[in-house]
């Protein structure tokens, strides 16, 4: 009976000191709800005020809204511009030895052949011969053309 009377208040103790502890759980619970409120409520708040302002600056602004929007729009075209397929015929194009005149892009001046110093080479002229049609020579040549 004894050993059952110090088992009993062996019990008795550890159901005390285990309710002591859930006292204090439940206290560091409910601190914690608390806290967890008092953040919801500040938060509510705030997120009242953010409608109230976008409310307000949607009432107040629809030019700016406008202004924001129209080089969005601009863009948009511009885009949708550059992406659709020219519809227009090619153009022939020119041999490589002529080239093609473009208002835009100004062409070089074309330059006199290297071997200007040198002394043009005398002609035969035959008397005998039947004359032969020339073939038209350039007195300038094109920097890019391939001899």
Do not use: F, G
Request: hydrophobic share 35%.
């Amino acid at each position: 009976m004894t050993r059952d009377l110090a088992a009993l208040r062996q019990a008795v103790e550890q159901l005390r000191v285990r309710q002591d502890e859930l006292v204090r759980d439940n206290e560091n619970v409910a601190r914690q709800l608390k806290a967890s409120q008092e953040e919801m409520a500040r938060n509510n708040s705030i997120i009242d005020e953010i409608k109230a302002t976008q409310i307000q600056i949607a009432r107040e602004s629809p030019p700016l809204a406008e202004r924001l929007n129209a080089p969005r729009e601009q863009l948009a075209r511009v885009i949708t511009n550059a992406s659709a397929p020219k519809l227009m015929p090619e153009e022939p194009r020119a041999s490589p030895e002529e080239p093609k005149m473009m208002p835009e892009i100004p062409l070089p001046r074309p330059r006199q052949s290297a071997n200007v110093a040198q002394a043009p080479k005398p002609k035969l002229v035959s008397t005998t011969a039947q004359p032969q049609a020339k073939k038209p020579q350039p007195s300038l040549v094109w920097p890019w053309t391939v001899r």
